[in-house]
């Protein structure tokens, strides 16, 4: 059987701690870059991390707020958000620079991912504050979503699918305030990779297999069983004939 090879990526750079031992069981990596967390300082930190261990980087732009972490949808002027966006993004290509590296893609972090990918205002502000930067690079987006179709005409786009969270029958995310929103068991973390990988399937928080086409797979860095989980995904993978697309 020929194996096959997929991009784990994880989220980075976010003061968990742990960032070097997650970075072997990954491919790629999305660091934070001021909005929710870290400074240039951190992004130098994680960066060096990653080109040890040769690593994709992608820039992980969010909503200004670090209170919040992100996590929290934000009333904020438009002309406001899309300058922070942009100086996200430039901060970190600043730093790639002076590391030797290219930034390979970029990914929205936390409730910019998610309200991007349904409202349709919010979709193109964030387009075209990444269009200002005059920067190549993928677009990590969900699948199907409002965002994936609207980025199709700016950008080369990354369909992305998450191990570690669980999914409506719409393929949006079930919300984080759900009791069954998180999926910390490694066992049942490899099982919706390995179905998505092999079925191109997800199932459904209600029970459904729903079709998914996956370019990217993402685990939260700060989740209590991210590590567990990855390295218990890796064996399987090994086991399954399945390799990091390094």
């Known amino acids: ?28 990596c999305n ?31 969010s909503y200004p707020d670090q209170l919040n972490f992100g996590r929290k949808s934000m009333t904020i002027d438009q002309n ?3 300058e922070s966006i942009y100086r996200q993004v430039m901060v970190f290509q600043e730093v790639c620079l002076l590391q030797g590296l290219a930034m390979s893609h970029v990914k929205l972090h936390g409730a910019l991912y998610n309200d991007a990918a349904q409202c349709d205002e919010l979709a193109s502000l964030v387009l075209n504050a990444l269009q200002k930067t005059k920067l190549e ?15 199709k005409s700016y950008f080369q786009i990354a369909n992305e ?17 759900h009791p069954e929103a998180l999926i910390n068991d490694p066992v049942k973390s490899w099982t919706q990779l390995y179905t998505m990988v092999h ?3 997800v199932m459904t928080i209600s029970g459904e297999m729903v079709p998914i086409q996956v ?10 069983s991210a590590l567990e989980s990855l390295t218990y995904i890796n064996r399987r993978m090994a086991e399954n004939q399945i390799e990091l697309k390094l």
């Open 161 to 177: 699918a998450f191990i570690d969270r669980t999914y409506q029958r719409d393929l949006s995310l079930v919300n984080r305030n």
């Open 1 to 28: 059987m020929n194996s096959v090879r997929i991009d784990i990526n994880s989220d980075l750079g976010e003061g968990i701690g742990y960032d070097a031992q997650l970075m072997p069981l990954l491919s790629s």
């Open 80 to 82: 406001d958000l899309s």
């Open 199 to 201: 079925d191109q399937k």
């Open 137 to 151: 690079f993928s677009l990590f987006v969900p699948y199907g979503s409002l965002l994936a179709e609207k980025a």
């Open 31 to 61: 660091i934070a870059c001021g909005g929710h967390y870290g400074n240039k300082t951190t992004i130098s930190e994680t960066l060096k991390l990653a080109k040890e261990f040769g690593l994709n980087v992608g820039a992980h732009p």
């Open 215 to 224: 370019d990217t797979f993402c685990i939260h860095g700060d989740s209590i």
